[in-house]
């Protein structure tokens, strides 16, 4: 697999269908600079593409209801058209991480596969033609890498997550090494898959450890939900893997934390039996800040941030605010995705979203977000200061929790996320400056 440029590309205008699945994977791009992939232009000795490719003319092919896309002479690959709006304004600098998907109701693209492009829709790189998510860079043992995980996504019953494997690729594109995660998962209809890393997440720490997320059909009480007590639910978990070995190092449960009342997800008819399991917690993403972990669940409407033991220290929440009070107005989230810690210190720390509040649970009624939301810490029992909106387009430590783990000072001790229930001082934060310029994308 080797990276390739657009000099042979036939065609040159960028335009697409504004379909739903397309337009919310490009509000992620947009909204998640990929301030590391800089590793892969011009300034690298690997790349083979310049840093501010010529634009080529080129023929796009549109083959409804397949999306348009772009043909090559000297290539098989044929990647999405992408319109890219900007505001004008200088872009993060960096390269878009894409993986298109033709699990939808309309064919999404011609064909899938993790894709590296330009910020004008050229294509940098095009790895193999398989169902890929979570295509990343990442630091391995020191070095540069690039990982994605690759698999079956699931559909029908036991629709929203997948069993795959993650393959990390090293900086001149060659698979160095595929994690295949095996935990003895039941499934919906007992079928046995090789590898049983979830496609939601496969985040690379900065302790040459992974954390991948799993899904387990599991018998359960649902009677505190209106359902039965011989119920049947997705219990939601994450492990932390040794990448070489497979060694289990770590295993967290969404339902030996958190109650299933929690959940925001209608029951539907779901859970009554293994064949149609209630998916009340949907995880999709977890990373380790310190010796700790930040967990995300999209059907709670919550973030968790847990101990090395498992314990949950504080939790945010979409409506309400959790733990930490009440949410500016235009703040709240739901059915979010992809959370991601920035800038800790001892005294706050942000969390990017996702916020896919325009969900067809909510009847579509709320627009598909961005959103960034800053919280005081150390949390106090006795007083509250409430969660700020950040949105801010240039954040050079978009990717600063990497930053923090490979050199972390004293004044970002992981103990600076925990509340400090001895300290009995009531204070007040006051409101954290606004930052309303968007990235357009």
Known sequence: ????????????????????????LLAILAFTPLAHSRTLTSSSPNSACPLEPRVQSSQIVNHPPTWPYQVFKSSPFTPPELQITTNGKPLAPGLLFITPS????????????????????????????VNATNFRHATYKGKDILTYWSGLSTAGANVGHGYGNVTFLDDTYTEI??????????????TQYPCEADLHESYTTDRDTILVSAYNATPT??????????????????????????????????????????????LAGTGLNQTAPWDWFHINSVV????????????????????AKGDIIWRIQGDTGGDFGSLPADAHFRWQHHARPHN???????????????????????????????????????TRSHPQRSLRPHRPNLHGITRLHRNPPQRQHPNGLRPNPRDKRIRSRGRCPLHRSIRGG
């Open 288 to 307: 380790n800040i310190g010796n700790e972990y930040l967990v995300n669940s999209r059907h709670v409407w919550t973030t968790y941030l847990l101990t």
């Open 102 to 129: 033709k699990q939808s109701a309309v064919v999404a693209t011609s064909d899938i596969a993790p894709l590296i492009m330009t910020d004008a829709g050229q294509l940098v790189f095009n790895g193999p033609f």
């Open 177 to 190: 090494l595929t994690v295949c995660p095996k935990f003895g998962l039941v499934t919906v209809d007992n």
């Open 344 to 382: 800790v210190t001892s005294t706050s720390i942000s969390i990017s979203y996702f916020n896919n509040y325009n969900s067809a649970v909510s009847n579509g009624t709320h627009p598909t977000t961005g959103l960034e939301l800053l919280l005081p810490l150390p949390l106090q029992h006795h």
């Open 221 to 266: 009480d649902l009677t505190s939900v209106g359902g039965p007590k011989d119920g049947w639910v997705f219990d939601c978990l994450f492990f932390e893997i040794e990448p070489e070995s497979g060694k289990i190092l770590f295993r967290w449960s969404a339902l030996e934390h958190v109650p299933v009342i929690d959940s925001k997800q209608p």
């Open 1 to 24: 697999m080797r990276p390739m440029c657009n000099n042979n590309v036939l065609g040159a205008t960028f335009s697409m269908p504004s379909i739903v699945v397309r337009a919310l």
